[in-house]
């Protein structure tokens, strides 16, 4: 049996890339094949050109020098077992094609694992390819992500090559890709299938060579339950799977990555980064983050700023209010008064979410992709926000 086979070969001489070869259709004996450590697979019948990238994508491999995981440690920063986890998983599944997706919460730094992953595979020298599933109009995702013919629609005035393509011999990756709608799902399914793409206006298949990361902040299971993600595309997407932790989880790891912040920071300003006092790590490693990494790295800005002189102490730390602590219990009743005022508090929150989008907007120059970038949520998601907040 090939499965039996791939597996012996795994134990046995775990250095040698293994591909296999399905019938037409059998993707689920491809998946288990990637699962057991195949590194590639393609379907019958063979197309030579596919064959011809799948032995040198093995030949990369092979030859290629082991990578450790301090090549990046620098930019996967974190002493915690959690990290120095992540870190061997990453250079585990380099070795392989199978698609990944990465799971975390906004911020912890999903699209940064992913670059690791490429980066430390066969396919580093082919193009990395990030696309926010969440920032492309629901109109353009297809021609977006496949390409159009000249002509075959209106404004249509010349061939375009889409993202797919554009990461030929590299990386996709496909960050929030549970926002894609259930139509595109259908398309990418056949991506992942049979390595084909399919530009508007083309009557033909188009072969592609191109290894798919997926990340999403959300549960792609819950979403398959509610009919809001293809069972099929899940499975397919979804082969290996990384969690990268939330900042809350390591705060060991807080004060290596304050340090790294503030250096790369004062730097950008030709200035000495300033210490972090006693106090101060305390102060950060007592903090929640909600919003991860990234939320730390905003905080971490705006102390810069407020500090002059050559440390950075709890005064000049900023921290949300309003974050939830490590363990809430919900009330086991709400009465009237207390219904008024959650109420009330809807209201408020209302009015720091309103001003939240504003401060965002006009940062931005109003450019609603980059703002919603800056706060952490889909384009879609803050467009949906603006016009129920009603800001103009």
Known sequence: DGLDLVAWIQENRADLPVAVITAHGNV?????????????????????????????????????????????????????????????????????????????????????????????????????????????????????????KRGSFTGALADKKGLVQSAEGGTLFL??????????????????????VRPIGEPREESVDVRILSATHKDLADLVAQGLFREDLFYRINVIELRVPALRERSADIPEIAEAILTRLARRLNATAPKLSAETVQTLQAYRYPGNVRELENVLERALTLSTTGSITPEHIRLRTGAPPAAAEPPAHVGPSAAEG?????????????????????????????????LGMSFRALRYRIKKLGIE
């Not at 450790?68 to 870190?87: I, N």
């Not at 193009?127 to 926010?132: A, D, E, M, T, Y």
């Not at 960050?175 to 390595?195: C, I, N, S």
């Open 342 to 374: 959650g109420a009330a508090l809807g209201t408020q929150l209302e009015g720091i979410e309103r001003d939240a989008i504003v401060k965002a907007l006009e940062k931005t120059r109003y450019n609603k992709t980059a703002a919603a970038k800056l």
């Open 28 to 148: 689920e004996s491809a998946v288990r094949a990637l699962k057991l450590g195949a590194f590639d697979f393609v379907s019958k019948p063979l197309d030579l050109g596919v064959l011809r990238k799948l032995v040198g994508s093995a030949i990369r491999l092979r030859t290629a020098p082991d990578e450790k995981t301090a090549d990046f440690a620098p930019r996967l920063l974190g002493s915690s077992a959690a990290m120095e986890q992540l870190r061997e998983m990453i250079v585990r599944v380099a070795r392989s094609q199978a698609p990944v997706h990465i799971c975390g919460e906004s911020g912890t730094g999903k699209e940064l694992a992913a670059r690791m992953i490429h980066e430390s595979g066969a396919r580093r020298e082919g193009p990395f390819v990030p696309v926010n599933c969440g920032a492309i109009p629901t109109e353009l995702m297809e021609s977006e992500l496949f390409g159009h």
């Open 175 to 196: 960050d929030e890709v549970a926002d894609l709608p259930l139509h595109m799902q259908v398309k990418l399914l056949r991506l992942v299938q049979e390595k084909t």
